[in-house]
């Protein structure tokens, strides 16, 4: 069973013309690492808090979020609850600001375990040293407060937090953006090292492709709200095959390469406020034509991509 | 995050910041508080004890601030009088602290339907004049101390409800309630545990400020003769008894309540206000 299986996603939020997530498809395997990439505004973040039912109000959900085979949308509140404190945790991308400044670092790890009532406090702490130890932390932390670490302490008490319920699935939103270059590999080592040491599926939310490369299985390439190409990590990024794709990888700025003005996606992403026919990057698109205007494309292939012209690499699969 | 806490517009306009005001202010706070603890073994005479030959008698050394219309000991009745005094606006305070807090938590929090009653509801007793309300309230309830408290705990509740709202929409989008939310917290559990906390100092300094308030409300209302029954020894009730020695040409044991009332809010809003602008310093 799949750590997470998005099927068929589409979320519509008051206010906007088209759904903010038409039809996510998504899946993570135990054990396995994902990388979700786009920009801004893409709905990368949006999937991946629907999978832990944290939902914009007044959003309106179509589709199944199945988080260790139970679908999170449906879900009753106590046991999404219990699915929070347990299957799946979530790291976030400004570690001094998701961790409240008046509670020590060891009642922060601590108190949700605690409250599921399962675990009493002594079992709870030997835990926390455990897992603080894991993140490369020592156990003197406990007793400190967020306001006496780094950054990049933080988010490794942060990781250590997400793991103390097991958790077979976890979601990091752009866990590195907040954090300086060194911390950022170190935090992204850490994460590949406890992956392959507690089995649990990572969603990686990021907008870094160099990061995504490094650290991930799958990719997921995401654009207005549809996931616009998706394969293994080597082949999306040497061949990719939608032009999205291409375009944002010419755009990655490289130190290599001859100083002068950065590439750039020429236009805006879609406008919420309108109705989107045919493919979403059609309006940007070197290669659209007639049929990309009216007609979306879909996903299909060994290696997907929602293209009606995919760019041919040196092998054609669809 | 802007915080505006609600503060009357003449005693705002004290310095609270000038440099030898607030430490004085303070120890005179502290000295009032000491005195109303202290009353019993500081007190020379029984406050209730009458003494009608010795009427209006200047001080002296037997009665150090002198007696007043009925022969009561003045210092006796200042010492016992400052625990009335500040026992009530301390009952408003906390009544009005602990049932704005719950409003306003629960406004900000849980928003529609219920946002707008309670916000409209506590608007409803913004609208009406704080004396008024503790008017008619012990006209119908009667004398003693419990009617005006808790008439001006309403009263003050919308200073505390509103702020706290205020507070709690701001803190809700933080991300460490969303993180908390996704560690399996209950809402209730997010709330009380981190929420509180967090907001906690903003609304005690209204607290604070508020204090100077209740007590020139409560004095009012005791020289109005409506707070405390007419013997317990009170501030404001001593303005109101000392009212025909004035005009009998000996005004010590009226004057000397005022300037006790006077000077207590002053002290206590200014270090209020210090507290508050330093609070608010803090947070933004």
Known sequence: ?318 | MSVALTRRPGLGRLKAARAPLHPICLGFAALVVLAALLAPWLSPYDPNAVDLGNALAGPSSDHLLGVDAAGRDTLSRLLLGARTSLLGPLGVVVFSTVAGIAVGLAAGWRGGWLDSVLSRSTELVFAFPGMLLAILIISVYGEGLLAPVIALAIAYLPYVSRLTRSLVLAERTRPYVCAYQVQGHSALQICLRHVLPNIAPIVLAQSAVNFGYALMDLAGLSFLGLGVPALTPDWGRMVFDGQTAIQHGYPLSAILPCTLIVLTVVAFNVVGERWADQVARRTT
């Not at chain 1, 396995?32 to 808090?49: I, Y």
């Not at chain 1, 649990?200 to 390439?221: C, N, P």
């Not at chain 1, 390469?257 to 309006?283: K, M, N, V």
């Open chain 1, 1 to 318: 069973m799949n750590a997470l299986d998005i099927q068929g996603l589409r979320l519509q939020l008051p206010g906007s013309a088209r759904p903010v997530l038409d039809g996510v498809d998504l899946t993570v395997a135990p054990g396995e690492t994902v990388a979700l990439v786009g920009e801004s505004g893409s709905g990368k973040t949006l999937t991946s808090r629907t999978a832990l039912g944290l939902l914009p109000p007044g959003a309106v959900t179509e589709g199944r979020v199945l988080v260790d085979g139970q679908d999170v949308l449906t879900m009753a509140p106590d046991r999404l609850r219990a699915l929070r404190t347990g299957q799946a945790a979530m790291i976030f991308q400004d570690p001094g600001a998701a961790i409240n400044p008046l509670r020590r670092i060891g009642d922060f790890l601590t108190e949700s375990v605690r409250l599921t009532g399962t675990v009493n406090a002594a079992d709870a702490d030997r835990r926390a040293v455990e897992l603080l130890d894991a993140v490369g932390l020592g156990p003197e932390l406990l007793r400190r407060y967020p306001g006496q670490l780094s950054g990049g302490m933080l988010q490794r008490v942060m990781i250590a937090a997400a793991l103390m319920g097991d958790p077979i699935l976890l979601l990091a939103d752009e866990p590195t953006t907040a954090l300086d270059v060194t911390s950022q590999a170190e935090v992204v080592a850490l994460l590949g090292r406890l992956r392959a040491r507690f089995g649990t599926g990572l969603l990686f939310v990021t907008h870094d492709l160099g990061l995504a490369a490094a650290i991930s299985d799958r990719v997921y390439v995401m654009y207005a709200g549809r996931i616009a190409e998706t394969g293994p990590a080597a082949a999306l990024f040497d061949r990719p095959r939608h032009p999205y794709t291409a375009a944002l990888l010419a755009s990655t700025p490289r130190l290599e390469a001859p100083s002068g003005r950065l590439a750039a996606i020429d236009g805006q992403p879609p406008d919420l406020r309108q109705e989107l026919t045919g493919c979403a990057f059609a309006a940007r698109c070197l290669h659209a034509t007639e049929l990309c205007r009216e007609e979306a494309p879909a996903l299909r292939g060994t290696h997907p991509a929602a293209c009606h012209h995919p760019l041919e690499g040196s092998r054609t699969d669809a």
